[in-house]
């Protein structure tokens, strides 16, 4: 079975960094694109970058030049960099990737992780 799992989210202050993990495991063959969404509460879920299979990416306006997302291929693994961090990007953060396995060709979620971002 296949299951995604973020790491990396805390409470940071406003300015700093951090960097979230989101590591897939079970009968993979290949990890194929992935995002990574956030929500707010009463909010809808929110996408915030997206990286293919062949490491093209793309942002959101409101993150662009502050988040970059980044793949390491051997370790179906997942990461999102986010510097310069404000107090409104406090959120869950998601990891999606759509993964090959025995089983065939899905979309899998994560099961989110706080980042909250003080001012």
């Known amino acids: 079975q296949v299951q995604l799992v973020e790491s990396g989210g805390g409470l940071v202050q406003a300015g700093g960094s951090l960097r979230l993990s989101c590591a897939a495991s079970?009968?993979?063959?290949?990890?194929?694109?992935a995002n990574w969404y956030r929500q707010v509460p009463g909010k809808q879920r929110e996408l915030v970058a997206t990286?293919?299979?062949?490491?093209?990416?793309n942002y959101a306006d409101s993150v662009k030049g502050r988040f970059t997302i980044s793949r390491d291929n051997a370790k179906n693994t997942v990461h999102l960099q986010m510097n310069s961090l404000k107090p409104e990007d406090t959120a869950v953060y998601y990891c999606?990737?759509?993964?090959?396995?025995?089983?065939?060709?899905?979309?899998?979620w994560g099961q989110g992780t706080q980042v909250t971002v003080s001012s």
């Open positions: 999606n990737a759509v993964i090959s396995g025995d089983l065939g060709t899905y979309s899998y």
């Open positions: 079970g009968s993979i063959f290949s990890l194929k694109g």
């Open positions: 990286i293919t299979s062949v490491s093209s990416t």
